[in-house]
């Protein structure tokens, strides 16, 4: 994580998120460290992912994850929970997203997912969504968001979906490469085999990790 500090928020309306965020996570952080790193998340959404409007609410969310991330990093061994599984692609705008929501809709609390992207686009792939809710599955609040370490060690297991090389290593963490199509700018018809593919990746996963 940065350093804790308090720097000028680059936006004025960050204001209350921080201070939201600094009373839910009161007593495991420091009030200092929550508005520097959500100053460097809503940093990295605008250079890395490249969004450049409504910026507010999806850096709080990205902030909470990461803080929780960390808070689960720091308390491995001491506490037992859910299975924790990151999937990494390119761009967090096809095929982890659509990864992340399919086991989060079938195996409820026993598989905390996430997902984020070496270089993540501006927005979730709109075929995404669709082939999403054919399935039952909702993707309504997912966004593209970039990779961070935090998560990364917070994870249990790393599954990378494309992203080659770019995705970092961290000691522990077990990795598994899913490699499928990339689904930016196709159709409808290839997105649904796309998700079909996954899921049968899911399926094969969730049989592993909740027997």
Do not use: W
């Amino acid at each position: 994580m940065p350093p804790p500090s308090s720097p000028l928020l680059p936006d004025e309306r960050l204001a209350a998120g921080a201070a939201r965020l600094a009373s839910r996570y009161a007593g495991h952080f420091a009030p200092e460290t929550v508005p520097g790193l959500l100053a460097d998340s809503y940093t990295r959404l605008a250079e890395q992912a490249r969004i450049r409007t409504h910026l507010v609410a999806p850096a709080e969310r990205l902030t909470a994850d990461r803080l929780d991330a960390h808070a689960h990093a720091h308390a491995q061994g001491l506490t037992s929970g859910p299975y924790r599984v990151l999937f990494v692609c390119s761009q967090n705008a096809g095929r982890s997203p659509m990864a992340a929501a399919l086991p989060a809709h079938r195996a409820g609390e026993r598989v905390a997912v996430a997902s984020a992207g070496t270089h993540p686009a501006n927005a979730v792939e709109p075929h995404i969504a669709q082939a999403l809710t054919e399935a039952g599955v909702d993707l309504a609040d997912a966004y593209p968001k970039p990779l961070t370490e935090e998560v990364v060690q917070a994870a249990d297991i790393v599954i990378t979906m494309g992203c080659g090389d770019a995705c970092p290593v961290v000691p522990g963490r077990r990795y598994l490469d899913r490699p499928v199509a990339d689904p930016d700018g196709a159709p409808i018809a290839p997105v649904r085999e796309i998700r079909d593919t996954i899921d049968a990746h899911i399926t094969e996963l969730l049989t592993q990790l909740t027997p």
